[in-house]
């Protein structure tokens, strides 16, 4: 499985990006891709899942309605679009993967990607 996140850069708040997550090696059906971010001094936060399997799409809290994950399964992409963005935002932003059962995100991870950054100014 590999995976690699890519898409990230600078925005001023209010601004927008999107992050891609290419990956490849696993059957797709029985998967989820995950986007986490890490601000620096701060642990790794969960961002937004989708499965495969049934296309379930959950957000944290905090991303609801600015983030919006979808998948190109023509391209082999994870994209995550983040609108009115905001400094708080600003992370190293990583996709991983895991199998996943319908309807559900993984708890964990076992995959990961290298990380993009986001950089947010006020």
């Known amino acids: 499985v590999q995976l690699q996140a890519s898409g990230g850069g600078l925005a001023q708040a209010g601004g927008h990006l999107t992050l891609s997550c290419a990956y490849s090696g696993f059957i797709l059906d029985y998967y989820a891709i995950g986007w986490f971010r890490q601000a620096p001094g701060k642990e790794r936060e969960w961002v937004s899942c989708i499965v495969f399997s049934d296309n379930t799409i959950r957000y944290a809290d905090s991303m609801k309605g600015r983030f919006t994950i979808s998948r190109d399964n023509a391209k082999n992409t994870v994209s995550l679009q983040m609108n009115d963005l905001k400094p708080e935002d600003t992370a190293v932003y990583y996709c991983?993967?895991?199998?996943?059962?319908?309807?559900?995100?993984?708890?964990?991870?076992?995959?990961w990607g290298r990380g993009t950054q986001v950089t947010v100014s006020s």
């Open positions: 991983a993967a895991n199998s996943a059962d319908p309807g559900f995100c993984p708890y964990q991870y076992n995959y």
